[in-house]
């Protein structure tokens, strides 16, 4: 069955996309914590325009330059250190996350249906493989470029190689089904 090892390799690539959810998890401990400490100085700097200026003796108007310039930056470093453990959270979740499990699924799917169709045996093989080498050389350099820091992944993925592949797949794979769709699974 030509379409088994899309379905093997589809669950397995599935489990390892799908353990990258706790790993997010654990940065959002992070983000927590950057998001108290923003709140903690941005709220100072709100109190201070807020505060009623004939009563409370430390106001806006009563801060020297130095005193508000440092007020200001403490809030901008905290609300940038949020930025930053979003954007580490993101990055995962926009990338290797997201296209690894959608590329699972789409090779469990093509496997499933590659035992439906009714094509030439190397066709067949060669669209099996298109799409477990386009999810290799797409979410699976995602994974490494992101997950792993490896900047030569980078450079791999920048050739698009692996969408190139996959939407080859699925243009082939359109055209079996169209023509050798069988309503039962086919021997080879």
């Not at 200026?53 to 250190?81: C, F, G, R």
């Not at 949020?82 to 469990?108: M, Q, R, T, Y």
């Not at 169709?117 to 493989?129: F, G, H, M, N, Y």
């Not at 992944?153 to 699925?170: E, M, Q």
Request: proline share 3%; with cysteine.
């Amino acid at each position: 069955m030509v379409g088994k090892k899309n379905v093997i390799f589809g669950f397995l690539f599935l489990a390892t996309t799908a353990a990258l959810g706790p790993l997010m998890v654990v940065k959002y401990d992070d983000w927590g914590v950057a998001n108290t400490e923003k709140q903690l100085v941005v709220g100072q700097l709100q109190a201070l325009k807020a505060g009623d200026y004939e009563e409370d003796p430390e106001t806006l108007d009563d801060l020297s330059a130095k005193q508000l310039a440092v007020a200001n930056a403490e809030a901008i470093l905290a609300m940038n250190k949020v930025g930053a453990n979003e954007f580490e959270i993101d990055f995962i979740k926009g990338g290797p996350h997201a296209h690894g499990n959608l590329e699972s699924l789409l090779n469990i799917v093509v496997g499933i249906a590659l035992c439906f169709i009714a094509a030439p045996l190397r066709l067949k093989q060669a669209v099996s493989l298109m799409f477990i080498v386009g999810t290799l050389m797409h979410s699976g350099l995602l994974y490494l470029e992101r997950v792993f820091m490896l900047p030569w992944a980078s450079t791999l993925l920048n050739t698009g190689i692996g969408p190139v592949l996959i939407l080859l797949g699925l243009v082939l794979m359109g055209g079996m089904a169209v023509k050798g769709f069988r309503g039962e699974v086919v021997k080879e």
